[in-house]
């Protein structure tokens, strides 16, 4: 399946900082000591959670970088840590999608396809408009031979970007292939059935060779007659 190359995203720091200098300007004047201390420890909890955002965003470069020259599991270890700072202290969302989508992106490329479905889905979760993780998730479904899956994430992509021309072009190519994995499906359940109908019907002197199916083409569905 041709897709963008699932390239780690972008560190996105210092989103915190203009919140930050707002909340210090509007420092209330004068007041009892206890307010000037319970605002201390406000801006304390917001310096706090600025340097743990840096962190984070610290922890998700390295393993980008650790991704570019193909060492994923250690990519994969750089953004659990991003991951752990930025659920448990700043609450990021942006930070913690990412994260899940750059690990996505390393279970793709360690062929860990069921992993990337996750690591996709826990992305999708925290930013249902992240197209990138679409497009892995549909790449691993394909892999996985889940192609009706792969069209959806594709269609969900065209909602998003209705000119994303990629995501057209996958749909166009995995139609066809989607439609023949149910035939094929629908053939082997057929077959399953008919060994279990023989098997009962042999104790009566039958079997569903008395039976014939004919395939509507226009519905695609079967009618059954019998035969002496």
Not at 5 to 18: F, K, L, V, W
Not at 58 to 84: H, I, P, S
Not at 96 to 114: E, I, P, Q, T, V
Not at 148 to 155: L, P, Q, T, V, Y
């Amino acid at each position: 399946m041709v897709v963008i190359e699932p390239e780690p995203d972008a560190t996105e720091t210092g989103e915190a900082s203009d919140a930050s200098l707002s909340r210090s300007v509007d420092a209330p004047q004068g007041g009892s000591c206890s307010d000037e201390e319970s605002f201390e420890d406000a801006l304390t909890e917001e310096q706090l959670r600025e340097k743990a955002l840096k962190q984070a965003n610290d922890a998700k470069e390295e393993g980008n970088n650790l991704f570019r020259t193909g060492q994923y599991e250690d990519a994969l270890l750089k953004y659990e840590l991003a991951l752990k700072i930025a659920s448990e202290v700043t609450s990021s969302v942006d930070v913690c999608s990412m994260c899940h989508g750059n690990r996505a992106a390393c279970f793709l490329k360690l062929d860990r396809y069921k992993e990337t479905v996750q690591e996709c889905t826990k992305a999708l979760e925290l930013n249902p408009s992240y197209i990138k993780a679409l497009f892995r998730r549909a790449e691993a479904h394909e892999k996985l031979e889940n192609y009706d899956e792969a069209i959806a994430d594709m269609k969900k992509v065209l909602e998003l970007d209705p000119a994303n021309d990629q995501a057209r072009k996958n749909i166009r190519r995995l139609e066809p292939i989607a439609a023949e994995k149910r035939e094929k499906m629908k053939e082997e359940m057929i077959g399953k059935l008919k060994e279990m109908g023989n098997s009962l019907l042999g104790r009566f002197g039958m079997s569903l060779d008395n039976f014939k199916a004919a395939k509507d083409p226009n519905t695609g569905s079967y009618s059954i007659s019998f035969q002496q």
